[in-house]
């Protein structure tokens, strides 16, 4: 008789959900303040990155257990604050290469392994929900994209301790908003198929 339930299953993944919204809380704190002291573009998007994980999960906990009506409408909202937050994104970074500023490059480092160690920690508890409806794929999703955000902030600092120049730093917060738009794109294709599966139109 091996296996749990599906209460007991929820009941795991509604700890594993809120496991992961205090590390992203904390982690948007941690990673707001040091952006500002490294006059980081990556490292100030990676923070809002963990402020709308940290609703993204929240959001989630509220849905579980719901109807698939309400679980798509709210992977719906996530997907569309999460592609306004990668268009965020595109006009800072814009508005930072005209600026030419050049960041802090040990501070970026620190703070962007910190934050990988956090968000590989979190996609690793979330790994077994990857695939799951869209509100469940919406949170494998910003994790997994969150991991991958880190090790670009951690390479950009490479490049502008070696050049001296702030255009990694640009780089890598475009490549995040990209990250962002991507999984945008997923998610609200999925939620959209999934509700009008849900109300019998047609795919």
């Known amino acids: 008789m091996g296996g749990k339930g599906g209460g007991g299953r929820q009941a795991d993944y509604r700890r594993i959900l809120r496991m992961a919204l205090l590390i992203n809380a904390i982690m948007f704190v941690i990673e707001l303040t040091a952006s500002i002291d490294a006059d980081s573009m990556a490292l100030r998007a990676d923070a809002l990155d963990f402020l709308a994980d940290a609703a993204n999960y929240g959001v989630s906990l509220w849905v579980l257990g719901k109807a698939l009506e309400w679980r798509a409408r709210a992977a719906l909202l996530k997907g569309l604050s999460l592609g306004a937050m990668g ?117």
């Not at 050049?163 to 991507?182: E, K, R, T």
Request: proline share 3%; net charge neutral.
């Open 87 to 203: 268009l965020w994104v595109v006009g800072s970074t814009a508005w930072n290469a005209y600026a030419g500023t050049v960041p802090d490059a040990p501070v970026m480092s620190l703070v962007g392994l910190l934050a990988l160690a956090a968000n590989v920690s979190v996609a690793a508890l979330l790994f077994a929900s990857r695939r799951g409806d869209a509100n469940m794929r919406s949170v494998w999703l910003c994790s997994r994209n969150d991991a991958m955000a880190n090790i670009a902030v951690i390479m950009a600092a490479g490049g502008v301790w070696a050049m001296g120049q702030g255009w990694p730093d640009i780089l890598v917060a475009a490549v995040i908003a990209s990250l962002s738009l991507s999984a945008a794109w997923s998610i609200l294709r999925q939620a959209m198929g999934e509700l009008r599966a849900y109300h019998g139109e047609p795919a």
